[in-house]
């Protein structure tokens, strides 16, 4: 009779020890299911806000496989179509001197993103952001960018001014190589011109009348005729002397000018070899030329100067 009494107590303490067992794993699961229904809630909310990547995070709580199978049906849905929302962008930086920059800092709204590029895309919420980049011997640059829904490896090129200093054979564009110029060879064809004018002069003036002649009549002044010559032999005389004096000038000019156009070929600076855009200081500082023609009665000529 005692050991059926005992029985009832034994299955009743058993019973009493299994519910205390499961009664802790019941409270977390329920607990479990919360967490899942709260993440979804929350999502839900964060979705209509365009915060895509945070939005993300809540879905990656409910699609846990522990979350109630209907919360993991629709968050698992939810997260295909914000994965394919959710805009990235790949930077790439150049410097204003060639090349591509590697060691660039990336801050999107002041956050720092990326410290360097590699050219895989980066993940950034949908809307305008500023961008700005950094690199060592550069100045930063900042721009602002709209970025939309569902733009996947959107390029963002930044050209980076460089501040370091260029080297001094650098700091001047090359010239192009130069040889000698045709302006000397026009002075002296325009020279050449005047003393083959100035030698026509000269050879066809008329001859000079018996009457004004100083050699045949010594007792005459330079240009004066004896008393009571005739008006034709002074007028010839007159001509005599005008041929003269422009075939003079004219040849002295015209040798001056072929003197000079000559010396300025030979003393023209050149450089065939190329060189920068300072070459005109250097020929400055090679010396100074100049022809000075000069001519008078009965004669001419020219005087050639410089610093060699």
């Known amino acids: ?34 967490a899942c229904v709260d993440a979804a809630t929350q999502y839900q909310a964060l979705r209509k806000q365009s915060r895509l990547v945070d939005a993300r995070e809540k879905l990656l709580v409910c699609t846990q496989p522990k ?31 060639g090349g591509d920059l590697v060691d660039v800092k990336v801050l999107v709204d002041a956050k720092e993103v990326a410290t360097s590029l590699d050219g895989k895309p980066i993940v950034v919420e949908p809307g305008v952001h500023t961008v ?9 640059e900042e721009s602002k960018v709209v970025v939309s829904e569902g733009e996947k490896a959107r390029s963002i090129v930044v050209t980076l001014r460089s501040t370091k ?13 130069r040889g000698h110029t045709v302006l000397p060879w026009v002075v002296v064809g325009v ?22 002649d100083k050699s045949i009549n010594p007792s005459l002044a330079s240009n004066q005729c004896a008393a009571g010559t005739p008006q034709s032999d002074l007028d010839a005389a007159k001509k005599h002397d005008d041929y003269g004096t422009a075939g003079i000038i004219a040849l002295s000019v015209g040798g001056a000018a072929i003197v000079g156009g000559l010396v300025w070929h030979f003393v023209e600076p050149t450089d065939q070899a190329g ?21 008078g009665p009965g004669t001419g000529g020219a005087t050639v100067f410089g610093r060699f």
């Open 1 to 34: 009779m005692a050991s059926a009494r005992r029985i009832p107590l034994v299955l009743a303490a058993a019973a009493t020890l299994f519910g205390a067992t499961l009664a802790p794993h019941a409270a977390f699961a329920a607990g479990e299911a919360k």
């Open 67 to 97: 979350c109630p199978k209907s919360v993991l049906k629709d968050c698992t849905k939810w997260l295909e179509e914000v994965d394919a929302a959710i805009p990235t962008l790949v930077f790439r930086a150049k410097s204003d001197r």
């Open 132 to 140: 700005r980049m950094e690199a060592t011997d550069h100045a930063a």
């Open 165 to 177: 200093p260029l080297p001094v054979d650098e700091t001047g564009p090359k010239a192009a190589p």
């Open 191 to 212: 020279g050449a011109a005047a003393a083959g004018a100035g030698a026509f002069f000269l050879l066809t003036r008329p001859g000079l009348p018996a009457a004004c």
């Open 275 to 295: 060189g920068s855009e300072k070459a005109p200081e250097k020929e400055k500082e090679k010396g100074i030329y100049g022809v000075s023609p000069f001519f």
